[in-house]
């Protein structure tokens, strides 16, 4: 997560990502529309994203809902987005659980 959006991304206009890499676009500072279903911490939407089910109709107010969005407010959520996957998914924290994981399979202490 170095905060450079790859050439052509949606964080160079500004605009909002609905697509599969969730933390990818997260991470870039992108406001991102994703499914109930995604897996994503439950306060992904109040951390700037949102979340939809796989309908049409649930999708298209979602989509009518962030079309409604300002640029700072787009510009505000992204920066809380990427704030929320650099404290839960960054390596150091995913390597950090899954060191506590391995100590704990190895009959170790359970906190590392």
Same mark, same amino acid.
């Given at each position: 997560?170095?905060?450079?959006?790859?050439?052509?991304? =949606?964080?160079?206009?500004?605009?909002? =990502? /609905?697509? !599969?890499?969730?933390?990818?676009?997260?991470?870039?500072?992108?406001?991102?529309?994703?499914?109930?279903?995604?897996?994503?911490?439950?306060?992904?939407? $109040?951390?700037?994203? /949102?979340?939809?089910?796989?309908?049409?109709?649930?999708?298209?107010?979602?989509?009518?809902?962030?079309? =409604?969005?300002?640029?700072?407010?787009?510009?505000?959520?992204?920066? $809380? /987005?990427?704030? /929320?996957?650099? !404290?839960? %998914?960054?390596?150091?924290?995913?390597?950090?659980?899954?060191? =506590?994981? %391995?100590?704990?399979?190895?009959?170790?202490?359970?906190?590392?």
């Amino acid at each position: 997560m170095n905060g450079n959006p790859k050439p052509g991304s =949606a964080t160079r206009t500004g605009s909002i =990502a /609905l697509q !599969s890499s969730n933390l990818e676009a997260a991470a870039a500072g992108t406001p991102v529309i994703t499914s109930y279903e995604s897996g994503v911490v439950e306060d992904w939407e $109040t951390c700037g994203g /949102l979340r939809v089910h796989p309908d049409e109709e649930s999708i298209l107010a979602g989509l009518q809902q962030a079309q =409604a969005w300002s640029f700072a407010e787009r510009s505000s959520r992204g920066k $809380t /987005l990427r704030a /929320l996957v650099e !404290s839960r %998914y960054s390596w150091q924290q995913v390597g950090q659980q899954w060191a =506590a994981i %391995y100590q704990r399979l190895s009959g170790g202490s359970e906190h590392v």
